[in-house]
């Protein structure tokens, strides 16, 4: 049996109580889900463990990518293990990446590194832009 034949579950994803997934802003697909922005009056949150490491955001012809370390599943992270979250509301969109949880003595510290690209799409669609991202992520950055 193949991967994408399994019976056991692969994924999760975390939902906020004030969430409702059926609102018209998602759109869940096998590869990703897309949240869109709009000017409706609601508040939606979503999270999952980042397995592959970047998230983006299209906007008047320009892709947005964040890279972020890949979820560690020897960690534990906040939010029910949601290394990845994604916030939106009808003021903006919010691509948060989460480190892990870890104690720190005093005078100790911890650093999140997140790189940041801002990618023109003028040779290339989205959808494009995005295919090549997940077979590849330095593919555009």
Request: proline fraction near 5%; hydrophobic fraction near 45%; include cysteine.
């Amino acid at each position: 049996m193949g991967s994408g034949d399994s019976v056991l579950p692969n994924r999760s994803v975390v939902v906020w109580p004030y969430t409702t997934l059926s609102e018209p802003e998602f759109d869940f697909a096998l590869e990703m889900i897309t949240i869109s922005a709009s000017v409706r009056q609601a508040k939606t949150k979503i999270g999952m463990a980042n397995r592959r490491g970047w998230v983006a955001y299209e906007f008047e012809g320009e892709l947005f990518v964040k890279w972020s370390p890949i979820h560690d599943d020897e960690q534990t992270y906040t939010d029910l293990n949601a290394s990845m979250q994604c916030f939106r509301n009808e003021d903006f969109i919010e691509l948060e990446s989460v480190g892990p949880l870890v104690d720190l003595a005093c005078g100790a510290n911890v650093r999140h590194v997140e790189v940041w690209a801002l990618i023109p799409l003028v040779d290339v669609g989205v959808s494009e832009a995005l295919a090549s991202l997940r077979a590849d992520p330095s593919a555009l950055g």
